[in-house]
T-cell receptor, first 113, second 110 residues
Framework: DTGVSQNPRHKITKRGQNVTFRCDPI?????LYWYRQTLGQGPEFLTY????????KSRLLSDRFSAERPKGSFSTLEIQRTEQGDSAMYLC???????????FGPGTRLTVL | GENVEQHPSTLSVQEGDSAVIKCTYS??????FPWYKQELGKRPQLIID?????GEKKDQRIAVTLNKTAKHFSLHITETQPEDSAVYFC?????????FGKGTRLHILP
């Protein structure tokens, strides 16, 4: 599979629990982006990496959210002490630094009960 | 910061007719403008893009125009088909910052 993949595809959790999502970008892509999308809205930028360096974080990214890309390949997004307002689709995208074309993964749909 | 406005939020067109979706942006330094199509329950897919040094780009039934002076860009779909029904998002990118519009739900009527 040469596309962006994300796991899990769906996650249901109880309020207060921690969750972790994984994104595997297109192999030659050095940039990796995380977005959140709620119903009826466009994707909202959360953070992005160039190789292993996290270069930008949105104001939307509260201190309960943390993302890593330790080896410059896959990335994880962790949400601690989940709240009902965290329920959303979490999308990952990747691109080459030389080209802004971003390709999205299928997303992880998070439901916080 | 950048702000992207997209209109209309919903658009219904007869099959075979044309559809036009418009976006405006606020940051004159934005230099890349992609359009994404998202079908229900699926990932956004890049369908066409335009860079700030180009005024128009066409790919079969899809075209995008950019007016840098007015800071607006538009998506044109001609000879619409049922499979064009989806939500379409515009976006504006400056350096590494990308802002999406809120989307247009396009319905193709039989």
């Amino acid at each position: 599979d040469t596309g962006v993949s994300q796991n899990p595809r769906h996650k249901i959790t109880k309020r207060g629990q921690n969750v972790t999502f994984r994104c595997d970008p297109i192999s030659e892509h050095n940039r990796l982006y995380w977005y959140r999308q709620t119903l009826g809205q466009g994707p909202e930028f959360l953070t992005y990496f160039q190789n292993e360096a996290q270069l930008e974080k949105s104001r939307l990214l509260s201190d309960r959210f943390s993302a890593e890309r330790p080896k410059g390949s896959f990335s994880t997004l962790e949400i601690q002490r989940t709240e009902q307002g965290d329920s959303a689709m979490y999308l990952c995208a990747s691109s080459l630094a030389s080209n802004n074309e971003q390709f999205f993964g299928p997303g992880t749909r998070l439901t916080v009960l | 910061g950048e702000n992207v406005e997209q209109h209309p939020s919903t658009l219904s067109v007869q099959e075979g007719d044309s559809a036009v979706i418009k976006c405006t942006y606020s940051d004159s330094a934005s230099n890349y403008f992609p359009w994404y199509k998202q079908e229900l329950g699926k990932r956004p897919q890049l369908i066409i893009d335009i860079r700030s040094n180009v005024g128009e780009k066409k790919d079969q039934r899809i075209a995008v125009t950019l007016n840098k002076t007015a800071k607006h860009f538009s998506l044109h779909i001609t000879e619409t088909q049922p499979e064009d029904s989806a939500v379409y998002f515009c976006a504006a990118i400056r350096d590494d910052k990308i802002i999406f519009g809120k989307g247009t739900r396009l319905h193709i009527l039989p």
